[in-house]
C-alpha cells in the first residue's frame, strides 16, 4: 500500500470515530428526520457523486465528521436499492494528501471500467482570505466494491484553470458524464474581474487526461445577472433538450424571485459537442422555497432524471445545530420538461413510505373570520379554518385537491400548534395568481415568505405536500412549483387546517398518509 493510502485511511478511521461518538444522542433529536438523508452527526451540505452502481444508487455528501458547523470537508455516504431507504456507509474521502489538504469539495461520480469514479475538487488554502487565497485543483477516487475509495496516485488530473478571463482559484465541483464513448466534465467557475459566473467544459477519453473545450455559459456573454460565481454545475440531456443546472451565487432580487442568498435553477438548451457551444433560454428556479441548493442529478434505472439537493441555505440558521447535527438532503423528485419549463414532481416510489390513511372528499371551506383575525397579518389563518379527524402529523404526506370557488385565497396551515401558535402556512392568491409559503410563525429557525407565480387549472389547484419532523416539500400543480423549507416547529405542533378567505372554496379531496421508514 501507498503511504498516502494509509494517510488517507487514517483520516477517515479518525472521522468514523468521532461519528461514533456523537450519533447516538443526535438519533434522539425530535427534530432529528425521518425519511430524508442526513448524517449520522454533524455538518453537511451539497449532494455529491449521486450514480447507480452494481445495482444501487449511491450518494455522497458534503460533510464535516467533526462539528456541527462547515469545515475542512469529507465526503459522507448513504446507498439505496430504490432511492427511498438509505443505508450509511462509511466515510468515502477525508482530506490527506498535499493538493486537498483543506477539502475534498464538491464532485460527481461515474462508472469506468468496473470501478466507480469519483471526482472532486481538491481545495487548498493558501492564506487567511478565504475568497482570495485558494487553490482548487480536480482529483480522482476509485473503488471496487462502492465502499472504499483510493485517491488517484497520478492526482491531480486538472491542476490549473485555463487561461482567459476565467478566475484562476475558483474552479470546482466537476460534474462528469459520457457522450458516444467520450467522458465530459463541466466545471464551475467565475470570471476573473470575479464579477459573473460561467461554466468551463472539458473532455477525457479516459478520465485522466483532460482537455479545456470553452465556456459554456455565462461568463462574458451574461446579458442579465446572474450572479458572480456558478457553483455546481450539472448537463444532462432531457427529451430532445439539454438541460445545464447550475447554482449562482450573489443574485439580485427581482419581485418575487431570488430572495434566497443563493439561487438554483436550470437553463434548457442544446449543447453542440463538436463547439462547445450551448444555446440556452433564461434561468428557471428548481425551487421556490427557502433551503434548496447545490442540487445534483442522475440516471435511474428507468431512464428518469433524478434530483436531489441540499435542505439548507449557506449562512441561514439551523436551529439543530445545538442538537449536534446541521443539514439534510430534499427528497428524490423527477425533472421533466413540458410546454418548455422544467417540472419538478416527488419520486412516485416514495408512496413506500406511506402507512396509516384518511381520505376526505367535497368539503366545503367557508370564509373564516375568527374573533382575533383582525388582529393577525392578512395571510394568517392562525386559529381559523377547518380540521379533519386524522389530518395532521409530523411525517406526513398530503395530496390535496383545491377547487378555487369564491374565495380570495385559500390554504392550508401545517405544523399548527394549538398553545403555541405555531403554523406554516401555504396559501393560493386567486387574483395575484401565486402561491406563497409563509414560516413566519413556524417555530425556531428563520422565518420569511418565499412566493411563487402558479396558474390554476380550470379553478383547480393540486398539492402534494411531504411533511417530515423538521421540513415541508410543496409540489404545485403539474409540477410547475416546487418549494421546500426547514422549520423548527415544537413536538405539539401537530394541527392541520384547511381555510378559505372572502369566500368559498371545496375542498375536492385531500389524502393524508402517516410516512414511515
Ligand atoms: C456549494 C459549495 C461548492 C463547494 C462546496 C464546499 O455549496 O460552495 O461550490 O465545492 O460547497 O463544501
Not at 49 to 72: A, C, D, K, N, T
Not at 298 to 326: C, N, S, Y
Request: aromatic share 12%.
Amino acid at each position: 500500500m501507498h503511504s498516502f493510502q494509509s494517510q488517507h485511511l487514517e483520516a477517515l478511521a479518525r472521522a468514523e470515530a468521532s461519528l461514533a461518538a456523537a450519533q447516538e444522542r443526535v438519533a434522539q433529536d425530535r427534530w432529528r428526520l425521518r425519511y430524508h438523508v442526513a448524517a449520522p452527526a454533524y455538518w453537511i451540505n451539497d449532494p455529491n457523486g449521486f450514480s447507480f452502481y452494481r445495482g444501487e444508487y449511491h450518494l455522497f455528501y458534503q460533510h464535516h465528521p467533526y462539528s456541527v458547523e462547515w469545515g475542512p470537508m469529507y465526503w459522507g455516504h448513504v446507498k439505496s436499492k430504490d432511492l427511498v431507504h438509505w443505508e450509511h456507509l462509511p466515510i468515502a474521502l477525508a482530506p490527506s494528501e498535499d493538493y486537498d489538504r483543506d477539502g475534498c469539495f464538491s464532485g460527481s461520480a461515474i462508472e469506468h471500467e468496473g470501478k466507480l469514479w469519483l471526482m472532486y475538487t481538491g481545495n487548498v488554502w493558501t492564506g487567511e482570505d478565504r475568497d482570495e487565497d485558494l487553490k482548487q485543483v480536480q482529483a480522482l477516487a476509485y473503488s471496487e466494491d462502492g465502499v472504499h475509495f483510493e485517491k488517484y496516485i497520478g492526482n491531480p488530473v486538472i491542476e490549473a484553470a485555463p487561461e482567459g478571463n476565467i478566475h484562476p482559484f475558483h474552479f470546482r465541483d466537476p460534474k462528469i458524464w459520457q457522450h458516444e464513448d467520450i467522458y465530459y466534465c463541466i466545471l464551475g467557475s467565475q470570471t476573473t474581474d470575479r464579477q459573473s459566473g460561467q461554466v468551463l467544459l472539458y473532455r477525457s477519453a479516459d478520465l485522466i487526461n483532460w482537455t479545456f473545450i470553452s465556456v459554456i455559459a455565462g461568463g462574458q456573454e451574461t446579458t442579465e445577472k446572474l450572479g458572480y460565481m456558478w457553483e455546481c454545475p450539472d448537463l444532462f440531456a432531457l427529451g430532445d433538450q439539454d438541460v445545464l443546472v447550475c447554482s449562482p451565487q450573489g443574485m439580485a432580487k427581482d419581485g418575487d424571485l431570488y430572495h434566497n442568498l443563493h439561487q438554483s435553477g436550470c437553463m434548457l438548451g442544446k449543447l453542440d459537442y463538436a463547439t462547445g457551444k450551448f444555446e440556452h433560454g433564461d434561468l428557471q428556479l428548481l425551487d421556490y422555497g427557502f433551503d434548496f441548493y447545490a442540487p445534483q442529478t442522475t440516471l435511474d434505472e428507468q431512464g428518469r432524471r433524478i434530483v436531489i439537493a441540499w435542505m439548507a441555505m449557506w449562512e441561514d440558521k439551523m436551529p439543530e445545530q445545538a442538537r449536534g447535527w446541521a443539514g439534510a438532503m430534499t427528497i428524490p423528485r423527477v425533472l421533466t420538461i413540458e410546454d418548455g419549463q422544467i417540472r419538478t414532481r416527488p419520486l412516485p416510489e416514495l408512496s413506500k413510505l406511506r402507512g396509516k390513511s384518511v381520505h376526505y372528499t367535497n368539503e366545503k371551506l367557508l370564509s373564516s373570520l375568527a374573533a382575533n383575525s383582525q388582529s393577525v397579518e392578512p395571510d394568517s389563518s392562525i386559529y381559523t379554518g377547518r380540521q379533519f379527524a386524522g389530518v395532521s402529523g409530523e411525517y406526513t404526506e398530503l395530496e390535496i385537491e383545491f377547487e378555487a370557488g369564491t374565495a380570495t385565497s385559500f390554504g392550508i396551515a401545517m405544523r399548527v400548534g394549538e398553545s403555541s401558535g405555531e403554523e406554516t402556512v401555504l396559501s393560493y392568491d386567486c387574483q395575484q395568481q401565486k402561491l406563497t409559503l409563509d414560516r413566519e410563525r413556524s417555530g425556531a429557525g428563520s422565518g420569511g415568505i418565499r412566493r411563487a407565480p402558479l396558474s390554476l387549472q380550470n379553478g383547480i389547484l393540486k398539492l402534494r405536500i411531504f411533511i417530515d419532523r423538521s421540513s415541508v416539500e410543496v409540489f404545485a400543480g403539474d409540477g410547475e412549483v416546487a418549494m421546500s423549507a426547514r422549520i423548527y416547529p415544537g413536538v405539539d405542533s401537530t394541527g392541520i387546517r384547511f381555510f378559505a378567505k372572502d369566500g368559498e372554496t371545496l375542498l375536492k379531496s385531500v389524502d393524508c398518509w402517516t410516512l414511515d421508514q
